[in-house]
């Protein structure tokens, strides 16, 4: 069984960790090998540090149940919160920025799990549209955010770098509230 709770700060290693090997499998063939290889879980690690630090933004993780061990292995997370965007919106719009589960448990629902729980938090929130980036070449996550509702928005692909490479990333969102 799959629990999905409030990250604490002592799980950013840990969440580090499900990031740098998430990005190191499901980007392979769309980001450079040789910027994968060089992730370094250290440096993710202090990152969700400040940012679980400051608060900003909403950080849930999936463990296996029952669980009440900070810092132990986790299966996948979230993060979310209001939109980074800088464009005014006629309503208010919350944003993912993260969604990863660890490559070892990809197609047990856990992502499925962390999505409906980052739904309810934004919701709540009062956010009326909720919206996320994915690169346009990720068929895999393309998929998921599909089948979760979510939908293109027309003309708003555009290039970002990574590593120093260009890729190509397009906006998805959907209505929240809604099934």
Known sequence: MIEVGAAQPQDALAIARVH???WQSAYVGMI??????SLSVDERA??????LA??????????????????????GFVSFGARRASEPAAEPVGEI????????????GIG????????????????ATVMLWVLADNAR????YRA??????????????????PLRHVRYSRPLGTQ
């Open 46 to 51: 202090r990152a969700w540090r400040g940012t």
């Open 141 to 144: 996550a393309i998929r998921f």
């Open 54 to 75: 400051q608060g900003a933004t909403e950080v849930w993780i999936a463990r296996e149940a029952p669980s009440d061990e900070p810092g132990e292995e986790i299966l």
């Open 112 to 127: 499925g799990a962390l999505w409906l729980r980052a739904r309810e938090r934004l919701t709540a929130a009062g956010f």
């Open 32 to 37: 450079p090998q040789d910027y994968l290889a």
């Open 97 to 108: 920025t993260s969604l990863y589960v660890a490559p070892g448990h990809w197609g047990r």
């Open 148 to 165: 979760a509702g979510f939908r293109e928005d027309p003309g708003s692909a555009g290039d970002i770098v990574v590593g120093g490479h």
């Open 20 to 22: 740098v090997a998430s």
